[in-house]
């Protein structure tokens, strides 16, 4: 399939650039694709479309204070080092802005507490980073790092904490889970006294977020790995919904890619902690995923190519030019798409 394929026309103003409150008073667009219908709701509207016995799949990755501006030494060239994932102790793979001038043996100093030395380049034009500091590392970054929000987010978050979901535990991503950035501690409490159970897993979003496609035919596209982790105790309330022909429900696309993942057969999952780089496009057979809550994706992006090989892509680009037409939020903190169950076979 060619990249192209998955492009769409998005007016500049349509990319929100604040998160609405209280958070799931952002708009819902209701998708069904066997009767190729949308509905136009609010995200407190989802009960309605919910019933006693599925199950919520949500990731519970916390964002890490990522985004790290030093000085190259001796220089004192300004220097960005994005983190994307711990190698093994303080050895980290890493973005680093301007790469050309951070070779191996460049050493950054951020403040008299922390530096890094440049070990190596990676494939995807990265760099490993091996990082010297006083204290503990965790706390250090907490003091210097920043939240890093997507380059087309221009405005300044007034409180960090609304780029991160209100369930989140465990720390390690880049990029939040936006798809889990609609829920409220309220909603999600009145839908467990509804009747439906609530899962969690982690997938720490790393580079696949940002590593745009850059092969015209996107079977040529090489995903990045991430780190996930699902617990006996998700695995078998997975199963347990299945079999008992209940929907499980994935909250965004890192659960359906960590769902998919750790997929065993159809219906059939187990817990583990791996790493994967599954890259799910048109032709993709879901094992485990029945219905999808999910944001507003980037023309030509995996994730957009991800909700196609679940909804089919004339239909999903039918609904965002829709959704543009209806004036909808797009992005991180834009709006949210319930899209009920996948098209049959």
Known sequence: MLLSDFDYDLPEERIAQTPVEPRNSSRLMVLDPVEKTIEHQHFYDLKKYLEPGDTLIFNDTR??????????EPTGGRVEVFLLRRISGDTWETLVQPGKKARPGTTVKFSDELSCEVMDNTDFGGRIVKFSYEGIFEEVLDRLGETPLPPYIHEKLQDKERY????NREEGSAAAPTAGLHFTKEQMEDLK??????GFLTLHVGLGTFRPVKTDTIEEHQMHREYYSISDETADLVMRTKAAGHRVIAVGTTSIRTLESAATAKGQIAGKSDSTDIFIYPGYDFKIVDAIITNFHLPKSTLIMLISAFAGREFVLDAYKTAVDEKYRFFSFGDAMFIKRPPKK
């Open 63 to 72: 964002v890490m204070p990522a985004r790290l501006i030093g000085h190259r």
């Open 164 to 167: 991160q979901t209100v369930y």
């Open 193 to 198: 006294e509804y009747g439906v159970n609530l």
